[in-house]
């Protein structure tokens, strides 16, 4: 049996947060009256993919497996600082998005987070990032607050 990887690292820790924002959403009350979707499905939909995504990273291999020993740990200590770079990059971002996420909006908001950390990770297609990133939220918003009728605060848009 080999070393642990990052990967492995990461995906236990993924994993561990996914089981206890279950247990979060296992606790959210339902409302009293029936409705067919509870305000408590999102965050088990989302909670459950987390558990199943840390799993996969879980058993991924990583890409230098094969190549000599210095090399490897070279190019390790390289890719853990930039690990760890966009980790703290990418907590920074979430706790920004949820301070400003009330005043700016749902929409503006999660378009700035989506498209700001696919740009940071290196998706260059500008057309692509900019339709996604708007394109994705405006949806949601959509699909929640008239569908769903879950409110999402507007912020400055005049949705």
């Known amino acids: 049996m080999g070393r642990i990887s ?5 995906a236990l820790i993924m994993a561990a947060f996914s089981v206890a924002y279950l247990i979060g959403a296992y606790n959210i009350p339902a409302f009293p009256i029936p409705r067919p979707i509870d305000s408590d499905l999102i965050p ?10 840390s799993v996969i990273l879980f058993f991924q291999r990583d890409k230098g497996e094969e190549r000599d020993a210095a090399a490897q740990d070279t190019e390790e200590t390289a890719r853990h600082r930039r690990r760890v770079i966009e980790v ?17 909006g749902f929409v503006l908001a999660s378009a700035l987070l ?3 950390l696919a740009w940071f990770y290196g998706f260059r297609r500008i ?6 990133s708007i394109g994705v939220p405006l949806a949601l918003y959509l699909i929640m607050t008239r569908g769903m009728d879950i409110f999402l ?3 400055i ?3």
Do not use: C, D, E, H
């Not at 057309?127 to 996604?132: L, P, S």
């Open 153 to 155: 605060p507007p912020g």
């Open 88 to 104: 703290l990059v990418t907590i920074v971002a979430v706790g920004v998005y949820a301070a400003v996420l009330r005043s700016a």
């Open 6 to 10: 990052s990967n492995q690292i990461i």
């Open 114 to 116: 989506v498209g700001g």
């Open 157 to 159: 848009l005049p949705i």
């Open 127 to 132: 057309f692509w990032n900019i339709g996604v």
């Open 44 to 53: 088990k939909v989302l909670g459950f993919s987390m558990l199943v995504l």
